[in-house]
DNA sequence: GAGTTTGAAACT
DNA sequence: CAGTTTCAAACTC
């Protein structure tokens, strides 16, 4: 039975794998066939259920990289390391020494692997070829954990054998193992931390332990939330001492570890689900494990033993804890950060912490970023006008998996940014490669300097915040500063930085501000709020079809004006020749949905003289009455597809929390203009915020172009309704553009096949609010 | 930097 | 839905 139950469950674990949160909950119903996991396969599968568990939250995965790195300062050079370790290991962490062995090498594994894993998660929902790179990686990883250098690999390798091998017990084991692996291939982990455990491994690794428990309100979270979890099952928890001491006591206790992998693999799941999911599924996987394993809970002579098991326990729990944690972590961390600057809070909290632990704060930028994923980054893109510059590096570096890279860069360009890289990984790895190219593009470059700057900055984490602020990068500066609201506490549309989905950063001047990840629950709320009332309050106001000319595959004649100002405006005095002006501030002209009087804006007035300003011309053009009546039917039909695209995206993206702020420099002060603008292209949406400006006449013609790229702080999006795609009439019967379905603007958003929505001339049915 | 203007957002 | 108020950016000095 074992032996081929095993391949089974190999063959299992890939499919899981290929879905494993669902595959995990699955699992986690006994009726899955018990399978002695094999370690590679469970490796395998952990890796893989990583890249699921990403999808539910993959910024849990980031944050663990992060404290493992920590951790490990020492080892991790192994890349490959299996998620499990790692998870082992922060597990272990938290509660300790006797893990603390087992926990180095999975510590060090488990960064690594962690770090993959979370990537792959991202991954997964970015790229599927990262995840499938990821997949590779892990077993090699795995075995490379197994063996790893650092760590004993080989000893987990052995355990999982074994436990494999076992027969009888092994087959309940399995069992357990199975389901809590599965959803995470937490069996790999499982399988080494048992190995590690039985090997003295850990000692290394419980210092890190150690480290990991000091480390951070992360871990000290999960570690209440594994705790909480362990107690809840009170029979699991107790089990879970029990079996520890018995696997240190008695050596093979492979089902011990398997029961604590499958706890901490189910823990895993759920907890990425959520956090009390987890709980109660580690409290089921627990008392399964339990009952399966009678004696080992019985027998729970050393608190070590518990401890590992905890630790495993912890693992899962804290790699779903993380990323569960994430937002309550980040909550946290945001508060402590908060003080200093609200977004970057969270990076400097983890980036200190990586930076304690270890020099990869890649990794750890990567893990955390995964982790936050799900909020704040608009405040670290947003600053960044880097954020392009910092995926664009992230591209350029290529390093795995443009998520990966996405998110890391992003956490290490900013500290806060690691919500954001969440989120732009979520959104997908491709993005980033356009944004690389977008970024790259036109506008940018000017800011990319900065921003690049900023990258490196955040790289280096601390110092990023510093440089910063310190530097304004020439369109960061702008970009960085945003908002000086007084009243509003930049919870209302009054406020930049939150109509434009992201946090408020060092560079506000506002006061009593709530915008910033410490409040994030305000916040979301607050737009929720706001959504509930124009759902497409926080769609970006202006939607450019990429730049008319370039991108076309619509004449770029006919698209007067690049794009439209959702709403229109309403503009008395300016004439719609000021930054008043929503649409000229957006660099486009009035349309028919504009209820401006004396209308002289030079991107095209609504009379349908409308100055249609190609673009790249960026001079008015006067109307071209005939395109104009072209271009609506065009834009109408386009905003369908733009539509379709950007429920599409919407869909795909979990949470658009973080928008790239590019950094557009605007007009003299070189604030990125309020109205955000979104391209679509064929290829995507993005949403630049203010910063692009697209106006040639702004200070930065090029922006427009190029900062259509900027993406909508996707955070907000994802908050925000997924109505975004939907072109909605606004309230007033504006033209609504769908906000948040922003598309992506491909790489060259002129040269990608561009949708373009310029003036709509309505939004029928699609409306989901007026 | 302070004050004014402006129009969007919010409120009634 | 319209009118009014509030708000913060844009602008001016």
């Not at 890349?79 to 603390?100: F, I, L, Q, R």
């Not at 200070?699 to 939907?726: H, N, W, Y």
């Amino acid at each position: 039975m074992d032996t081929p139950e095993r391949n089974q469950i190999s063959t299992a674990l890939s499919k899981f794998e290929d879905s494993p949160v669902f595959n995990y909950i699955n699992n986690l119903s006994p009726i899955r066939p018990v399978k002695s996991a094999h370690i590679t396969q469970t490796f395998n599968s952990l890796s893989f259920s990583s890249p699921p568990s990403v999808f539910t939250s993959p910024h849990v995965t980031s944050f663990k990289e992060s404290r493992f790195l920590r951790r490990h300062n020492p080892p991790s050079p192994l890349k490959p390391k299996d998620s499990s370790e790692d998870v082992n290991k922060v597990y272990s962490n938290d509660e300790a020494s006797a893990d603390s062995t087992l926990s180095h090498h999975n510590s060090s594994e488990l960064h690594e692997s962690a770090d993959k894993g979370i990537l792959v998660g991202d991954v997964s929902i970015a790229l599927s070829i990262e995840q499938t790179k990821f997949s590779d990686e892990l077993p090699q990883s795995l075995q490379y954990n197994c063996g790893s250098p650092g760590y004993d690999p080989p000893l987990c390798c052995d355990d999982g054998n074994s436990i494999l091998e076992l027969p009888s017990e092994a087959a309940s084991d399995v069992g357990f193992v199975q389901e809590g692996c599965k959803t995470d291939s937490a069996e790999p982990e499982l399988h080494l931390q048992g190995t590690s455990q039985i090997d003295p491994k850990g000692e290394g690794s419980d210092c890190d332990w150690d480290g990991l428990l000091h480390n951070g309100a992360d871990l000290l979270i999960e570690e209440e939330a594994f705790k909480g979890l362990m107690q809840k099952p009170l029979g699991s928890s107790l089990r879970l001492c029990d079996y520890v001491p018995l696997q240190q006591s008695a050596c093979n206790n492979d089902q011990n570890v398997h029961m604590v992998d499958s706890v901490a693999s189910a823990s895993e799941h759920e907890i990425e689900n959520h956090c009390s999911e987890l709980v109660v599924a580690v409290n089921t996987d627990h008392t399964q494990d339990s009952l399966a394993n009678g004696s080992f809970l019985t027998s729970n002579p050393n608190e070590k033993m518990d401890n590992q098991l905890v630790s495993v326990t912890h693992r899962g729990i804290r790699r779903r804890c993380l990323d569960f944690e994430m937002a309550g972590v980040r909550k946290n961390s945001d508060d402590n950060s908060n003080t200093g600057s609200s977004t970057a809070q969270s990076e400097v909290r983890n980036a200190s912490d990586d930076k304690q632990l270890l020099p990869a704060k890649r990794n750890a930028n990567s893990q955390k970023g995964i982790l936050p994923g799900i909020g704040l980054h608009l405040n670290a893109l947003a600053p960044l006008k880097d954020g392009t510059g910092i995926q664009n590096r992230n591209l350029t570096s290529g390093r795995q998996l443009s998520l990966t890279n996405s998110t890391s860069l992003l956490l290490s360009a900013c500290q806060e940014n690691q919500h954001l890289s969440i989120v732009s990984v979520s959104v997908s790895s491709e993005r980033e490669l356009d944004l690389s190219g977008n970024d790259v593009q036109p506008a940018e470059d000017s800011s990319l300097v900065p921003a690049y700057t900023a990258d490196e900055d955040f790289n280096p984490n601390s110092p990023k915040k510093k440089k910063r602020k310190s530097e304004p990068v020439g369109d960061t500066s702008e970009g960085c500063k945003r908002c000086n609201c007084k009243k509003s506490k930049c919870l209302k549309l009054y406020c930049e930085c939150f109509a434009a989905g992201v946090y408020c950063i060092e560079p506000c001047s506002c006061q009593d501000c709530f915008n910033k990840p410490v409040h994030e629950d305000t916040v979301l709320q607050t737009r929720k709020q706001i959504e509930s009332r124009n759902p497409l309050a926080f769609a970006p106001k202006v939607i450019r079809s990429a730049d008319s000319v370039p991108e076309i595959g619509i004449d770029p004649n006919k698209t007067p004006a690049s794009a439209r100002h959702k709403r229109g405006c309403n503009c008395k005095k300016s004439s719609c020749l000021k930054k008043y002006c929503e649409c000229y501030q957006g660099g486009v002209g009035c349309s028919i949905g504009c209820r401006c009087e004396g209308c002289k804006n030079a991107f095209g007035r609504k009379d349908g003289s409308t100055s249609i300003v190609t673009e790249g011309e960026t001079e008015e053009e006067t109307e071209t009455s005939d395109k104009g009546v072209e271009e609506k039917a065009i834009q109408k039909t386009e905003f369908q597809n733009i539509e379709d695209h950007l429920e599409s995206t919407m869909v795909a993206t979990p949470l658009r929390i973080s928008r790239p702020m590019l950094p557009m420099p605007f007009s003299s002060k070189g604030k990125p203009p309020r109205s955000f603008v979104t391209t679509i292209t064929g290829s995507g949406y993005f949403t630049s915020q203010k910063l692009a400006k697209p106006n040639p006449l702004w200070s930065q013609p090029k922006s427009f172009q190029t900062v259509a790229d900027d993406e909508m702080p996707e955070i907000l999006r994802g908050d925000s309704s997924p109505i975004a795609c939907i072109k909605t009439s606004s309230p007033n019967g504006k033209r609504v553009s769908s906000p948040n379905c922003e598309i992506r603007s491909s790489p060259t958003r002129r040269g990608g096949r561009k949708l373009i929505l310029q003036s709509i001339p309505s939004f029928p049915s699609l409306t989901p609010r007026p």
